[in-house]
T-cell receptor, first 117, second 109 residues
Framework: DAGVIQSPRHEVTEMGQEVTLRCKPI?????LFWYRQTMMRGLELLIY????????DSGMPEDRFSAKMPNASFSTLKIQPSEPRDSAVYFC???????????????FGEGSRLTVL | AQRVTQPEKLLSVFKGAPVELKCNYS??????LFWYVQYSRQRLQLLLR??SRESIKGFTADLNKGETSFHLKKPFAQEEDSAMYYC???????????FGAGTILRVKS
């Protein structure tokens, strides 16, 4: 398995444009997480899904952010319209049984570095 | 609410010196604590979990419920330990993993 696959790896866009980040989780994993990484705040959980259903989106900063998981092998995080303060690295992670417990582990993608000018 | 605090943004030590990366948490129930590490040009990955009481790459971490801490320790730092380290917390009843802000460990030769 190639692990969690994210695209694009780098995105540079102008303020006001729509941004779509994509994630393919590890096959068979039932949880998918979206995190945002910044120097100031570290890793922030934005939203997570269990069996394609959003469970907790309390970390989504505002209505400009939305996430979907139409099937077990694909998820998107969309920002519309984008703003310079959205510049960050966005990580997708997947796990079996939520990544907690004695065998729990989150498997991360390589991240998507977003720059909004 | 779950909260993880890593007070140091950067920790710089010499090779062979002891290392302690601090982590404090806030959670009303029974927590599960983890350390994740991101080496240069590699993916963020699990280093160790408190529930397994394991030692990985010479690192250990003990959960201290009285002090609500889960500090990561290594007696003798190596240059290859240089990385970003994240402490993470989950409540036993849920699957939401909350991370701290991270600490960059720099081991100098």
């Amino acid at each position: 398995d190639a692990g969690v696959i994210q695209s694009p790896r780098h995105e540079v866009t102008e303020m006001g444009q729509e941004v779509t980040l994509r994630c393919k989780p590890i096959s068979g994993h039932d949880y998918l997480f979206w995190y945002r990484q910044t120097m100031m705040r570290g890793l922030e959980l934005l939203i997570y899904f269990n069996n394609n259903v959003p469970i907790d989106d309390s970390g989504m900063p505002e209505d400009r952010f939305s996430a979907k998981m139409p099937n077990a092998s694909f998820s998107t995080l969309k920002i519309q319209p984008s703003e310079p303060r959205d510049s960050a690295v966005y990580f997708c992670a997947s796990s079996l049984f939520g990544g907690t417990g004695a065998t729990g582990e989150l498997f991360f993608g390589e991240g998507s570095r977003l720059t909004v000018l | 609410a779950q909260r993880v605090t890593q007070p140091e943004k950067l920790l710089s030590v010499f090779k062979g010196a002891p290392v302690e990366l601090k982590c404090n948490y806030s959670y009303s129930g029974s927590p599960e604590l983890f350390w994740y590490v991101q080496y240069s040009r590699q993916r963020l990955q699990l280093l160790l979990r408190h529930i397994s009481r394991e030692s990985i790459k010479g690192f250990t971490a003990d959960l201290n419920k009285g002090e609500t801490s889960f500090h990561l320790k290594k007696p003798f730092a190596q240059e290859e330990d240089s990385a970003m380290y994240y402490c993470a917390l989950s409540g036993l009843s849920g699957n939401k993993l909350v991370f701290g802000a991270g600490t960059i460990l720099r081991v100098k030769s």
